[in-house]
């Protein structure tokens, strides 16, 4: 995440019907999840200070409760690594998701359908898994467009024109924030060393973004979606 370059006319959201582009939005989890994990590191005050600074005072004062423009997020995670430095903004991102993560475990999972897909062998809990998070993919994707495969020792996990990074050119991998709710999703409901890492970007020049998530050493193979 690094070398942060916003690319003007960059590709957005389709028209609406009025010829205006619809204002594309996903769930709150990644303002809020990255403004408690912000709170931790660098206490209430200093946390208003960057929201505000990055235009997004509005989200620390009233943290929402609803949908969020897709572009608030990317403003966000924008500010942030310019403000911060790559590595402490990569390590936000991550923090987030994986409090996303138990967030979803808590209030989106219900507690009998994670009990089975622990019960059950890896390999069959990740389709299951999965199916259930594309079916609800149009929360966390927004505007992009959301896809997965299974693969030896893990899962393949694609997500085209990425709304957390569509518009920006950075150095190296900029969707930690996706990646720690995968990983955070996988130790849960897989395996409890699972790790999901993001291997292709769109902000680095790639097709897409692209995330293995593994639960077996050797797993989830970083090569090219085919």
């Not at 923090?95 to 219900?110: E, F, V």
């Not at 899962?155 to 709304?163: F, K, S, T």
């Not at 720690?180 to 993001?198: C, I, K, M, V």
Request: glycine share 12%.
């Amino acid at each position: 995440m690094t070398a942060v370059v916003p690319v003007p006319g960059a590709a957005g959201p389709a028209p609406g019907r009025d010829g205006h582009a619809a204002a594309a939005r996903i769930g709150p989890n990644a303002i809020l999840q990255t403004l408690a994990a912000l709170r931790d590191r660098v206490g209430e005050s200093e946390a208003r200070r960057l929201f505000e600074a990055c235009g997004l005072g509005h989200h620390a004062e009233h943290p929402p409760a609803q949908m969020v423009p897709e572009d608030d997020v990317r403003r966000l995670f924008a500010g942030l690594d310019a403000r911060l430095g790559a590595t402490a903004a990569d390590a936000i991102q991550r923090d987030a998701g994986l409090r996303t993560a138990r967030y979803l475990l808590a209030h989106r999972i219900p507690g009998p359908a994670a009990a089975i897909l622990r019960w059950l062998p890896a390999p069959v809990a990740a389709r299951l898994l999965f199916r259930a998070i594309a079916r609800h993919a149009w929360t966390f994707a927004g505007s992009g467009r959301f896809d997965w495969r299974p693969v030896p020792g893990g899962v393949h996990i694609r997500i085209g024109a990425c709304p957390l990074c569509r518009g920006t050119v950075a150095a190296g991998p900029w969707c930690a924030f996706y990646a720690g709710t995968f990983e955070g999703l996988g130790r849960a409901l897989l395996a409890p060393a699972a790790t999901a890492r993001e291997v292709r970007c769109l902000a680095r020049g790639d097709a897409a973004c692209e995330f293995a998530l593994a639960w077996a050493p050797g797993g989830a193979p970083s090569r090219a979606w085919e």
